[in-house]
């Protein structure tokens, strides 16, 4: 692997690992975002990452559970191939946004609890579920607005 490129794996496994990924799931997430071909073996992982195959067996089916990558058929090899399952991103990103969902309401049900407090007692409640609630239904939507990007529309295709 070019010295760049294994930097940029390196870089990619260090904000993931701060994220609570392992290092080795990060460093392959972050290879299969950049290796030629696309789909690359688990002795081909090892290899190019210097880690061992156990190693690299655990953090596939660790990638491959949460929905991040995917086995793929070569035709004519009995290994198994790996690659970034299209749409995992989105499919993350929409995950997480159930964790901002519960952060609101814990902050909804600490506000019910509350109801009899004083304003300035419920305030900070009132600031957790105002800020999760709005970042829910904006990603929510930003979410909703790149899907619709994706897709085809009679409306973007121009006839004559």
């Known amino acids: 692997m070019p ?4 930097d940029f794996v390196e870089e990619f496994a260090l904000v993931f690992e701060a994220t609570g990924t392992p290092r080795i799931a990060a460093r392959i997430l972050g290879w299969l975002m950049v290796c030629d071909p696309p789909e690359q073996s688990a002795t081909q992982l090892a290899q190019t990452l210097g880690a061992s195959k156990a190693s690299i067996s655990t953090m596939i089916r660790v990638l491959t559970q949460g929905m991040l990558i995917e086995r793929v058929p070569k035709r004519g090899s009995r290994q198994d191939f790996y690659r970034i399952r299209p749409g995992a991103w989105t499919d993350l990103t929409v995950k997480r946004l159930s964790a901002l969902s519960i952060y609101t309401q814990l902050a909804e049900r600490g506000l019910e609890l509350m109801a009899t407090a004083p304003p300035e007692q419920r305030t900070r ?3 957790m579920r105002d800020l999760f609630g709005f ?3 904006e990603l929510r939507g930003m979410v909703e607005r790149l899907e619709e990007r994706k897709q085809p529309s009679k409306s973007r295709v121009r006839v004559g």
């Open 125 to 127: 409640l009132e600031e």
């Open 3 to 6: 010295d760049a490129l294994h």
């Open 135 to 137: 970042f829910e239904r």
